[in-house]
């Protein structure tokens, strides 16, 4: 028996700039003109289990929060709690306790960190969980790695749960401190290796000095008329350090003739700024441990922004250490956009010190 819980709201925030929809912050986004996105994602996720187990049992509750999700994609979902209007974390915490009572032997969920520790804070590691990648921020090691792997992951469980190993893994959020995380809690999940991303990782002190060259030589050569968009991470946030900015270590920033013009921009912020017509390269770090290049923390940076700068002007940075450590050596994208093609997959160039780079696969 599956346990579903659908965060209507989470990920809203991405591509406008706010770093997640915790409290009231989802009307902000509304404000901003954000669609949500939950509900695709966690489609996405439940066609790829029903095309494995067609006949599990799915608790849930109504509407928007697993109901609409579930019957779309084939289920006869059975509802246990109907949660309030617009929903709030009370009705996930609320539901992952009807879930639990209910004797479910896998909560499915769709959103993100703060969604992991409402969830994990009610059921701990007694429910194993399996986190479907819909918010802002993703750094806890409860996710797949994209829906469909979510959904292959939950499917694989629920066919043989004896022959997939459940692990303790830890829930990880933005800490007090920009740009860092900090553990709140651990959960149990099944272990498929490829399907399940692991936590952030910090940067390994070895690549501390050859990042801080890289950056500053990108400083220094900084072009006029040609905009530089800096997408969020320590690893970049020094390019700003080297021109004495304040830069937004969790945002994407925007700089052209080395003045900052755009402070923790949103999508269509960027868009606009491109559409004035001077060039333009994007800077991208990579995360620590997972790998991932798009779709974790830095949605601003959608497609329509990869297209309209040119892959080929985009510009990865990562040191030679954080690289090693990602098992398997591939990056990742996961951009949240279900209507668009996926960008940046191939093989690309990984800037790792001035003069020193490698090529790295990048994959969906």
Excluded: W
């Excluded at 209507?8 to 669609?35: C, K, N, Q, W």
């Excluded at 049992?57 to 109907?82: D, H, Q, R």
């Excluded at 617009?86 to 969604?115: H, I, Q, W």
Aim: with cysteine.
């Amino acid at each position: 028996m599956l346990g579903l819980i659908v965060n209507p709201i989470a990920g809203m925030g991405g591509s406008v700039g706010l770093h997640g929809t915790d409290g009231d912050t989802y009307m902000e986004a509304e404000r901003l003109g954000a669609a949500p996105i939950a509900g695709k994602r966690a489609l996405r996720a439940l066609h790829r289990l029903c095309s494995s187990v067609p006949d599990v049992k799915i608790l849930t509750a109504s509407g928007t929060m697993g109901e609409e999700a579930a019957s779309l994609a084939g289920f006869a979902p059975e509802v246990v709690a109907f949660p309030s209007h617009p929903t709030a974390s009370r009705d996930t915490r609320k539901l992952a306790s009807a879930l639990k009572a209910g004797g479910v032997s896998l909560l499915l969920f769709a959103g993100g960190d703060g969604t992991a520790r409402d969830i994990v804070g009610e059921v701990g590691a007694d429910v194993p969980v399996v986190g479907i990648p819909t918010g802002v921020k993703m750094h806890s090691a409860v996710f797949g790695h994209t829906p469909e792997s979510a959904g292959a992951m939950a499917a694989r469980f629920l066919e043989s749960p004896g022959q997939v190993p459940l692990v303790r893994r830890e829930v990880l959020d933005a800490s007090g401190e920009p740009g860092q995380v900090a553990g709140f809690s651990v959960a149990s999940v099944p272990f498929v290796r490829d399907l399940l991303q692991p936590g952030k990782a910090t940067v390994p002190l070895g690549d501390d000095g050859s990042i801080d060259r890289l950056c500053a030589s990108i400083a220094s050569g900084m072009a006029e008329e040609h905009v530089y968009i800096l997408g969020p991470g320590t690893t970049v946030a020094r390019i700003t350090d080297h021109l004495g900015m304040d830069g937004t270590v969790a945002g994407v920033d925007a700089i052209l003739n080395r003045r900052l013009v755009l402070a923790d921009a949103t999508q269509q912020q960027l868009l606009e700024l491109l559409d004035t017509g001077p060039p333009a390269t994007i800077l991208l770090g990579v995360i620590g441990g997972q790998g991932f290049l798009l779709g974790r923390g830095n949605q601003q940076i959608g497609p329509a922004v990869i297209r309209q700068v040119g892959e080929q002007n985009v510009m990865i940075l990562a040191g030679e250490e954080k690289l090693r450590s990602l098992d398997p050596p591939v990056l990742r994208v996961d951009t949240g956009i279900e209507t668009s093609e996926p960008v940046m997959l191939g093989y690309h160039r990984v800037h790792t010190a001035p003069g020193r780079s490698t090529v790295m696969k990048v994959v969906a």
